[in-house]
Nanobody, 128 residues
């Protein structure tokens, strides 16, 4: 069964850190570009970060550059997102997603409709 299991969310004070994990099951992880979207209350879902499947090229949305770091371990079928210096505006449900033979580079990634698999999301709350 294909699954993406996101974990690591929680409540953290401004300036704090969290590390999100996404474990992949049931598909060849190395064939997919993979990354994170988030949806804040009352807002549309947006792409946060992604990492390419071949050369580990990465993309970060402007508001998280310098604070978030994405990485992947193809041997462990795991995606990580280290989030530092968290801000109230980072409050959202974070979803991991995978795109078969997708391309992620510094300019961005595919569209939501192009993602092949989605995790269920993990909530990150940073109070004001």
């Amino acid at each position: 069964e294909v699954q993406l299991q996101a974990s690591g969310g929680g409540l953290v004070q401004p300036g704090g850190s969290l590390r999100l994990s996404c474990a992949a099951f049931g598909f060849t992880f190395g064939d997919y570009a993979i990354g994170w979207f988030r949806q804040a209350p009352g807002k549309e879902r947006e792409g946060v970060s992604c990492i390419n499947r071949l050369d580990d090229s990465t993309y970060y949305e402007d508001s998280v550059k310098g604070r978030f770091t994405i990485s992947r371990d193809n041997a462990k079928n795991t995606l990580l997102l280290q989030m530092n210096n968290l801000k109230p505006e980072d409050t959202a449900v974070y979803y991991c997603a995978a795109e078969f033979i997708g391309v992620c580079d510094s300019t961005g990634w595919g569209t939501e409709d192009g993602m092949d698999y989605w995790g269920k999301g993990t909530l990150v709350t940073v109070p004001a």
